[in-house]
DNA sequence: TAGATTGTTAATCGATTAACAATC
DNA sequence: TAGATTGTTAATCGATTAACAATC
């Protein structure tokens, strides 16, 4: 167990470690070896063995990895058992939708609160989530002890509301605006998590190619 | 100009580029050089040369590049201005934000259709789309060229609506499920962009660290 | 025991950065 | 012209793959 510096190549695939994990555990998999993992994957037996051991030794010689051992472990390393208090900013299409049908408790977010400026909307609930004045963000930052928000409302409010996060000490910014948030500045230690998804289409426009 | 194989690594970077120099262009700058530009992007100035001339020679000696001729460069790169047809499939909270907010034409998208199981929903209107039986959707297919499907419904239907979609000659699909469309199989040409709202979020869950 | 499969070290491959001649 | 900045080649850095001794 070397706990250096995880590269992001190496964290961008726990994620799906743990879906594959999952999904072995709910076909009623018991066990499975690098090279097998690795065939579901995508990814070779080597690569498998070398990310894993970043984090510790899970597997044994001539048995392979224990599915169910294995999941847990990547649920401890992404910290998806430590339950973390989140905020939704900006009830509209997009986060009504997430607010509706996104499972945040598989990821480990407790949604406490969601955030609007529309007078129609304020004081409703969505999902058993209610929906507060975007208004009253900075005191309810300080009042409560909020890890993540969730970035839906339109771009240009984006920046803004960031700053203002930030300082009212959030600690990960889950962005689905358009906006980057750019290098670090005074807060470095905030994190950015973007889903661009009009970056996301264009690079399936370059891929297809041309007619 | 070289046209090898450009790398996952520069694709990725394409849409930013284009973001960045669309937010130049609105500013009114005419010109800038590969070092400011990767101040602004958090990119060396080596690594967007190196980039951009993965497709040709765009900048001057001494001068930088034109802020607007490299911006429709990489609108070009991307096939943005080239219009494709697309379909969404599964008109829930998702897809109807999608529908009601995304620019799809911003990245040389049009929508033609949208398609859904719900008898309620079907032969309604979403923003100027029209919603179809998901019953027809491959005689749909098979009477107009489209180039991309938008996929927004439930997990559990994925994989058989992935399968239909490639029989039918789809290009490229949007993927929003949490399914992971694995190596190619028959289809390899079919292309599969994948926004895996969980994935991303674990990401940021591992990223703020334990408390 | 023999076969399987790990964790790790070394080799390879690819991507980023640095350096610099060319030239606007 | 002198200064700035490109495109490209070479050097470095990092990530993936291969090999293998250890061992279940």
New binding site residues.
Partial sequence: ??RD?I????IR?LPRYCRHLAALRREGVE???????GDKMG???????????CF??????????NVGTLYQEIREILHLNQQKEGILIGVGNLGRALLRNFRFADSGIHLAAAFDVAPECIGTEVNGVEVLDAAGLANYLDDHDISVAVLTLPARFAEETGRLLIEHGIRGIWNFTSVDFEAGEDHADVVVESLHFSDSLRVLSYLIGAF
């Fill in positions: 167990m070397k510096k590269s992001n190549a190496v695939r066990r499975i070896s690098s090279s097998a993992l990814l070779t037996a080597s690569q498998i063995r070398q990310d894993l051991s510790g030794e899970f597997g044994q010689q001539g048995y392979g990895y």
